[in-house]
Every structure is written in C-alpha cells, then in structure tokens.
C-alpha cells in the first residue's frame, strides 16, 4: 500500500458508512435505541456506542 492509498481508503470507507446512517444534509437516520418495553435511549457521544453502530 502506497501513502496515497492510505489516505484514499479509509476516506472511501467513510463516504460509504456516511450514506448509510445520515441524510445528504448531514444528519444522522440512527438517532436511538428502543428496548422491549418501549423505552428511547438516544445516541450519545461515546466511542463505543459510535463504533458498535459502524460495526452492525
């Protein structure tokens, strides 16, 4: 892998994963979770709730 295909993989990766969980404008489709009983979580900031997300 050359430095120019280090830089241009993960930018294709990421304009993928963009278009699957947020709308042209930017804003995220995912904005929670809703357990059994109906209760809404919604999304925080965290890392890892971010990269459970990308990886499902």
Same mark, same amino acid.
């Given at each position: ?6 830089? *241009?993989?993960?930018? *294709? ?5 963009? =278009?699957?969980?947020? *709308?042209?404008?930017? !804003? ?6 809703? !357990? ?5 979580? =919604?999304?925080?900031? !965290? =890392? ?9």
């Amino acid at each position: 892998m050359n430095k120019q295909d280090f830089l *241009t993989v993960p930018q *294709t990766e990421i304009g993928s994963f963009n =278009t699957r969980v947020a *709308t042209p404008r930017g !804003d995220w489709i995912i904005k929670g979770f809703i !357990d059994i009983s109906k209760n809404i979580y =919604t999304i925080s900031v !965290d =890392t890892k709730v971010i990269s459970k997300i990308m990886e499902l």
